[in-house]
């Protein structure tokens, strides 16, 4: 009976369902890990969103270089003059259902650093800076928002010949400039004085704490692993079955 089971055939067919079982395994726990590190990021996340801003001074005190995992997503104030001369697009965003464009614009600071304010939305025929219908004030400011990381890590190579980005890179954009930037940018949420037109608009915060369905994937693969452990043996179990009503069947 035993070496019904242990041919080529059956063993190859039994290293299939293993693999197959062992690899739904993996890929449950890798989306248990997944849910883990989501919880605690939405956690953090929401935390340092709820909190009272800080003075980008505190967070960033002069001659630091900080860890931007330790600053981003924080409430933060500033106060600097925009250099609308280095102004950027960052094009394909959109408001709601209309298609657009943001506008980067570094604010320099009093410490002669300076660091990358995202002003807003723009209408997508609005490409080429400085946009002249969204310029920023040309004295002092007070900003209020919160810091994102850059969406492009480790970047390198030479910088861009235009002033038109699909993702801020932060490095890249830096190499651009005369003076130093901060490691992360600023989403602008509310500027003292206001703007003087009506553009750019200012976007709403993205969702941070949205994120894949890790815990339903969690159990979809499990469930895929236990139907593998519990239904196999079954199916091994009916050809036993089978195979001794066919040995001890009375022939007609």
């Known amino acids: 009976m035993l070496r019904s089971f242990l041919t080529p055939r059956k063993i190859a067919r039994h290293l299939f369902v293993l693999a197959i079982v062992s690899g739904c395994m993996i890929a449950g726990f890798w989306q248990l890990s997944r849910l883990h590190w989501q919880n605690g990021f939405e956690t953090r ?5 709820d909190a009272k801003p800080e003075p980008l001074g505190q967070l960033i005190p002069p001659g630091s270089a900080p860890d931007p995992d330790a600053i981003t997503y924080r409430h933060v104030t500033v106060t600097g003059t925009y250099d609308a001369s280095h ?22 600071l009093a410490n002669g650093r300076a660091i990358l304010v995202d002003r807003g939305w723009v209408p997508f ?31 390198a190579g030479s910088s861009p010949a235009g002033a038109a980005f699909t993702k ?74 089978r195979i001794r009503a066919e040995r001890y069947a009375t022939p007609v």
């Open 45 to 49: 996340v929401s935390a340092r969103l």
């Open 87 to 108: 102004e950027m697009v960052l094009v394909a965003r959109t408001l709601g259902d209309q298609n657009g464009n943001h506008v980067l614009t570094p604010l320099v």
């Open 125 to 155: 025929e609005l490409q080429q800076p400085p946009v002249a219908s969204a310029s920023p004030p040309t004295h002092t400011v007070q900003l209020s928002g919160v810091l994102f990381p850059s969406e492009v890590q480790g970047s």
């Open 168 to 241: 801020i890179d932060l490095s890249r954009i830096g190499r651009r400039l005369s003076y130093s930037i901060e490691p992360v940018y600023l989403w602008l949420q509310s500027q003292t004085p206001a703007q003087a037109s009506s553009l750019p608009e200012v976007a709403p915060l993205p969702d941070l704490t949205a994120s894949p369905p890790h815990l339903s994937y969690t159990i979809q693969w499990f469930v895929f692993a236990t139907i593998g452990l519990i239904g196999y043996p079954i199916v091994i179990r009916r050809e036993v079955r």
